[in-house]
């Protein structure tokens, strides 16, 4: 199987193959504190930094009656603490320099700084208080509802949002993983002082926090403040007995008719892997393998994709993406499609058609010009000290460690086209699949037409 193949590589052999740049970057430094708070960094030269706190809850850990609470702390963080209020906060924030945001995922929700490198100790303090110390005061939480309901209705306005929203939905029916991040607008107007406290002292606690800093920082310092400003954390608490719903994969459709929109948006998707499981990386040099494609791309019908290359000969549509999310246990892999009204059963049988395709007929060359775009893909996406943080307090959350680029370098030179068919059989071939669509979708195919093209007659 792949995954010794790669540990092999990993291991020694093979990686001198690899150039300086890739195989003398950077370590990454792991430590604990002593109530249970993990602290990764990167060092790196330069004057600024990213200090952030990666917190292993979302979304998927809320129920149904608090869904909304994760994103609703993450508006009410930056409202005041018991030391600072809201002006005094923002006031600091803007005399260093620096940049304070944060985000809520369905499985995370993170807060950061960017920052010089001498305040990074006043970083780590900012964020210790905000997440430690927030006053979650009522007439805040009234004002924040306002806003909140406004986003609400910003991000219905965004068709890829609400798409994949809705797939998630109906994809893991009735469970953690099928709620909005924002929660129902029921739940925004009637979430309580009482229920946030209950969302904070039942999830943040020691060991589900990560602090992961990347740039000018010093792993000794960083984890003496950590020690510092989030040393009386509790361990376990509440979080130890809360277990989130499984994900249970359901094969169901969510269509929504409106005919007076120009064009239908669509994702299909099937049941995908984990982040821990074998099939995790085979499934990435798939999605590179698919690609994407947007008739405004000046590549037309040059593309190295067959996929897209047939979306612009037929010109079956706007665009197209291919998506692979990972999640704790489950995931989702598909096509997110733009395409006019009479177009969509072209544009299905072609997506079907390239992505049965890979359980069959896929090539020895396209896999190898899939894994050296999905290597170079991943090298772009650490062209930040922000986004290295990001790689660092992810990769802490769900695997346990940073894997080095070396080492990613090696797990995906380890797949061979056998692999990718495997996988693709495994996930694609006769397969159940979950649909989500929006727009003037009278000719789109229903669900059993699709599921039959799920897999080929082969005589």
Known sequence: MFVRRASKIVAGRGLSTYPAFITNAPVTELSKTKNGVRVASETAHGETATVGVWIDAGSRYETAKNNGA???LEHMAFKGTKNRTQQQLELEIENMGAHLNAYTSREQTVYYAKVFKNDVPKAV????????????????????RD???????????????????????????????????LGPDENIKNLTKADLQDYTKTHYTADRFVIAAAGAVDH??????????????VTGSGAANFKPEPAQFTGSDKRIRYDSMGEAHVALAFQGASWTSEYAYPLMVMQ???GSWDRSSAAGRNVSSRFAANFADHELGHSFTTFNTSYKDTGLFGVYLVAPDNKLDDAMWYTLDNMVRLCHNVTDQEVERAKTQLKASMLMQLDSFSNVAEDIGRQVLTYGRRMSSAETFARIDAITTDDIKRTANKVINDEDHAL?????????PDYNWIRRRSYWHRY
């Open 288 to 290: 590179t393998l698919l």
């Open 125 to 144: 303090e900012i964020l210790a208080d905000i997440l430690q110390n927030s006053t979650l005061d009522e007439g805040a939480i009234n004002r924040e």
């Open 147 to 181: 806003v909140i309901l406004r986003e609400s209705v910003e991000v219905n306005k965004q068709y890829e949002e609400v798409i994949l929203d809705e797939l998630h939905s109906t994809a893991f029916l009735g469970t953690g993983l099928g709620r909005t991040i």
């Open 436 to 444: 989500a669509a929006i727009g003037p979708i009278f000719e789109l």
């Open 70 to 72: 994760a994103h609703f």
């Open 220 to 233: 000794k310092q960083l984890t003496e403040l950590t020690e510092k400003h989030f040393g009386g954390l």
